[in-house]
């Protein structure tokens, strides 16, 4: 019986360290194919993180050049309203000096029509008139000053006006 105890020890034996190895060899099979499924996922995972990236930075590119495009329209909108403004202004200045100088006289055409008393301007024309059919009264230097200066405001603002609808235009058709 010793010798059957022993036969069957060493075959309980064998098969405990057969059973091992394999447990082993299946365990280590299963690292392996599982090590290679997460590789396998966090490759995916840094090229579609990679492929997000690259997206956001050419989305970010298009957008600065789109500022930069509207900076550099700002630049020249501003030159051109700037440019516009002092050429005005300009104009204005040397209107102002050729009515100080009485280079220039400002007058108004008169309405010859609604009189009907004896002081009435008469609406015949003269032969040195240059507007024919109306009679023109000229304007006080000072008062023709203050006149030229009430344009010359109304002018300025007229072209800040075109100034700010060209750059609300620019802005829509931006987006």
């Not at 997000?52 to 957008?63: D, K, V």
């Not at 400002?106 to 009435?120: F, N, Y």
């Not at 023709?144 to 006006?161: E, K, P, V, Y």
Request: with cysteine.
């Amino acid at each position: 019986m010793k010798l059957d105890a022993v036969k069957w020890g060493g075959a309980l034996l064998l098969t405990l360290g057969l059973m091992t190895g394999s447990a082993w060899a299946a365990w280590e099979w299963q690292a392996n194919a599982y090590g290679r499924q997460l590789a396998t996922k966090e490759t995916a995972h840094q090229t579609e993180r990679t492929n997000l990236a690259n997206a956001t930075s050419a989305l970010i590119l298009a957008e600065q050049g789109k500022r930069f495009a509207l900076e550099q329209w700002l630049a020249a909108s501003d030159q051109s309203h700037y440019r516009v403004l002092t050429d005005e202004k300009t104009k204005q200045a040397r209107l102002r000096d050729r009515l100080a100088t009485a280079d220039l006289r400002l007058s108004v055409l008169l309405d010859a029509t609604g009189a009907t008393d004896c002081d009435a301007v008469q609406t015949a024309t003269s032969t040195c008139s240059v507007v024919y059919g109306a009679h023109r009264a000229q304007l006080d230097p000072a008062h023709a000053q203050r006149i030229i200066g009430i344009t010359s405001d109304g002018d300025q603002g007229l072209i800040a006006l075109q100034a700010c609808h060209a750059y609300v235009r620019q802005l829509t058709k931006q987006k």
